[in-house]
């Protein structure tokens, strides 16, 4: 049973209305900082509840809720979907389409569960604005764009978030994954990896398909290094550590009888340690390289796509916030877990003003689609959180972690 006050707990109604806005936002997803609509949906919503708000970083939005003297507490929600064509078959599923940076279009979806932060999140907005009497501080609202790019928080920061947002002593974020919906993970210490995408030009020479002869075919190469960056992590990283290279697209040519001249593929690496990382960066331009000039092609140009520092809790503040998960939910709800490979730019708020901050998982799987095999994960045209418990689980952790700084 909730230890939290009854102004802080959902009734059925806002019940209601958590799912409704939460299957709005599912069917309208946007790319990462092209986030305008869902700006503006959001803004719509807080500024209804009182909050003052403001537009930082583009298209992200924040909000801040003051009731009298107290501490001053931030919240996280990711706003951005990601280029992937939704096949959950829902009724609420997105028929968007969004344009990336060369202009073609492709098909958006909220594959990663940020409709599920942004809906619990104006639902907590929504809470706290009516619950004053049991709260007393201020919270500031950050609902960032651009996560899946790692731009959002660097974006909110740069264009003054902090210059026009009061100072939070500690920032708070959550995300859905695929555990089990109605439980918590937290841990201590580094949480999510480092990651660094890059987009890699190989160039060969084109040629008639029926005389590859004249050629030097970058298909040929770009396989080359594809198959050979896939040892890096088997033959040069200790069995101890561990490290992920991903081959996320691979684009060349037009034809089949024709041999293009360049073929141009994007990587993606995760790492837990600074060593580890150098060890795999190094390994990749030399492997680009070397193989290159083994088929006697010039040389590739590899470009910086992203790069996420290591998402890291601050162990003090992560220890005390479990133990009020563990009163709100119960002990048996709540558990350590370990550092997973999905990045973050959630730190980087904090870090610019030298706060710490906690950032946990809640699951979106009921027992029988855990018991039926893997489910769909975040970033499959498949992940589709079962609705309850997991929105309200999210609100839930949300509300108990604002409340464990500003109760009365």
């Not at 064509?85 to 968007?96: H, Q």
């Not at 890699?200 to 004249?214: D, M, R």
């Not at 550590?241 to 001249?261: M, Q, R, Y």
């Not at 609705?387 to 109760?407: D, F, H, M, N, W």
Request: aromatic share 6%.
């Amino acid at each position: 049973m909730s230890k939290l006050p009854e102004s802080l707990t959902m009734t059925e109604a806002m019940a209601a209305d958590l799912q409704k806005s939460y299957k709005h936002l599912h069917a309208h997803p946007e790319l990462s900082m092209q986030e305008n609509q869902t700006a503006d949906y959001l803004a719509g919503r807080l500024e209804a509840l009182g909050l003052e708000v403001f537009r930082c970083g583009g298209t992200g939005v924040v909000g801040v809720l003051r009731n009298g003297d107290g501490p001053v507490i931030g919240f996280r929600a990711d706003t951005d979907g990601l280029p992937v064509l939704e096949d959950t078959g829902l009724e609420y599923a997105s028929k968007d389409t969004g344009h990336l940076e060369d202009g073609t279009e492709v098909p958006v979806m909220h594959a990663c569960g940020h409709d599920t932060h942004m809906a619990t999140a104006l639902k907590t907005a929504e809470l706290y604005a009516q619950g004053t009497d049991d709260w007393a501080g201020t919270i500031v609202f950050i609902l960032q764009p651009g996560e899946e790019v790692g731009a959002g928080a660097k974006a909110m920061v740069e264009d003054g978030l902090w210059r026009q947002a009061p100072k939070p002593e500690v920032i708070y974020g959550q995300h859905v994954m695929n555990g089990l919906a109605g439980t918590v993970t937290i841990m201590e210490g580094t949480a999510m990896a480092t990651a660094d995408s890059y987009r890699v030009t190989v160039y060969g020479q084109g040629s008639h398909g029926s005389s590859p002869e004249h050629s030097i075919d970058p298909i040929v190469l770009g396989a080359a290094i594809v198959l050979r960056l896939q040892t890096i992590v088997s033959r040069q990283v200790p069995p101890q550590s561990a490290a992920v290279v991903t081959i996320g697209s691979f684009h060349s040519g037009l034809k089949e009888n024709v041999i293009p001249d360049r073929a141009v593929f994007t990587l993606n690496v995760r790492t837990f340690e600074p060593e580890v990382r150098e060890t795999v960066l190094t390994a990749i331009r030399r492997i680009i390289m070397m193989e290159a000039a083994a088929s006697g092609a010039p040389e590739p140009l590899i470009e910086d796509l992203s790069h996420f520092p290591p998402l890291h809790n601050d162990p003090g503040e992560t220890a005390a916030l479990t133990e009020h998960f563990r009163e709100e939910f119960g002990a048996e709800q709540v558990g350590p877990g370990h550092p997973v490979m999905g990045s973050e730019d959630f730190g980087a708020l904090a870090s610019a003003i030298g706060a710490p901050s906690v950032f946990w998982f809640f699951g979106g799987n009921t027992a029988q689609t855990l018991a039926s095999g893997i489910p769909p994960a975040n970033h499959s045209p498949f992940f589709a959180p079962v609705i309850e418990p997991t929105l309200s689980t999210g609100v839930q952790a949300a509300v108990c972690a604002l409340y464990s700084k500003l109760r009365k």
